[in-house]
């Protein structure tokens, strides 16, 4: 369907066919917007954008914004795009009218790897909440920080076990938010990411041998990292991202990654070590009544 009123837009369903397409418009948006480098890969992409309905709009066969949402669940999904050059337009507001209406009456996640202030302002004026934000920031890898060790702190690399699981459990059992996932599917999900870098992932442990913290590398991403409520502020979780730059440095990256939530102390901590800001990632909800 052509619609002479939106600069001859063309309206239709995509699919797998057109996941060059996706990978464009998505690396048109982190250009401008910043957000997670990792959206455009093919299989983040598939489970953003490939969605069971799809709607994109062409110009001139170009893909210029693109919306799907799932419905198998409760709330439906749904993640949409639109190219910055098309923002401005209602290009925006028709997708996620549509996407509303698929949702009916199972309410609406949204979920945003790319961040614009623009998008936000459309989805809270539609009533939807933003539940989650996290800054994903970027380290050049040039350039290395220097951190004491703690004393008594001794590392070693991971092994994917009980003790690993209630380490991370400990680390983070105290945030806003926190689900606690099963040990095992927790365990697994590291062990079939062909990403994950067991050979520079490390444990801490204190003087009596016990576990104070961790941290898991996959690919160039410091994945997570957690110090034990009783050993924050000795520097431990200082020391294991410098360590992680450094292993990562020694590997032949260039460049470091991590994500951290908006509320996350850590924070300011990662700045101090060298980390920029590379954009933002959140999520938006709407119950229904």
């Known amino acids: 369907m052509v619609d002479p009123g939106r600069d001859a837009l063309?309206?239709?369903?995509?699919?797998?066919?057109?996941?060059?397409?996706?990978?464009?418009?998505?690396?048109a948006c982190l250009a401008v917007d910043?957000?997670?480098?990792?959206?455009?890969?093919?299989?983040?992409?598939?489970?953003?954008?490939?969605?069971?309905?799809?709607?994109?709009?062409?110009?001139?066969?170009?893909?210029?914004a693109a919306v799907s949402v799932g419905t198998a669940g409760q709330p439906a999904t749904s993640t949409g795009?639109?190219?910055?050059?098309?923002?401005?337009?209602?290009?925006?507001?028709?997708?996620?009218?549509?996407?509303?209406?698929q949702a009916g009456d199972a309410g609406l996640l949204l979920t945003t790897e790319s961040w614009n202030p623009g998008a936000d302002a459309l989805f809270t004026a539609r009533g939807f909440e933003r539940t989650f934000v996290e800054w994903?920031?970027?380290?050049?890898?040039?350039?290395?920080?220097?951190?004491?060790?703690?004393?008594?702190?001794?590392?070693?690399?991971v092994t994917l076990d009980s003790e690993l699981f209630a380490t991370y459990r400990a680390?983070?059992?105290?945030?806003?938010?926190?689900?606690?996932?099963?040990?095992?599917?927790?365990?697994?999900?590291?062990?079939?990411?062909?990403g994950y870098r067991p050979d520079l992932s490390l444990i801490a442990r204190g003087p009596d041998g016990t576990a104070v913290g961790f941290f898991n590398i996959i690919d160039n991403?410091?994945?997570?990292?957690?110090?034990?409520?009783?050993?924050?502020?000795?520097?431990?979780?200082?020391?294991l991202?410098?360590?992680a730059l450094r292993s990562l440095a020694a590997d032949g990256a260039r460049e470091a990654w991590l994500c951290v939530n908006d509320n996350n102390p850590a924070a300011s901590l990662y700045q101090r070590l060298g980390f920029h800001d590379a954009g933002r990632r959140a999520r938006y909800l709407r119950r229904r009544a």
């Open 34 to 64: 910043g957000g997670l480098p990792l959206f455009t890969s093919s299989p983040l992409l598939r489970a953003r954008l490939l969605q069971s309905r799809t709607l994109g709009a062409w110009h001139e066969g170009g893909l210029v």
């Open 241 to 243: 991202v410098a360590r």
């Open 81 to 101: 795009l639109v190219n910055p050059a098309w923002r401005g337009r209602g290009v925006g507001s028709r997708l996620l009218s549509w996407a509303d209406e």
């Open 136 to 157: 994903v920031l970027r380290h050049d890898l040039t350039a290395l920080p220097e951190v004491a060790h703690p004393d008594g702190v001794t590392t070693e690399p």
């Open 171 to 194: 680390s983070f059992a105290g945030r806003p938010g926190f689900v606690e996932p099963v040990a095992e599917e927790w365990l697994d999900e590291l062990r079939e990411d062909d």
């Open 221 to 239: 991403w410091i994945d997570q990292v957690g110090v034990v409520p009783a050993w924050r502020g000795r520097r431990v979780g200082a020391h």
């Open 10 to 27: 063309t309206w239709k369903e995509f699919g797998e066919e057109h996941l060059a397409a996706l990978a464009e418009l998505a690396e």
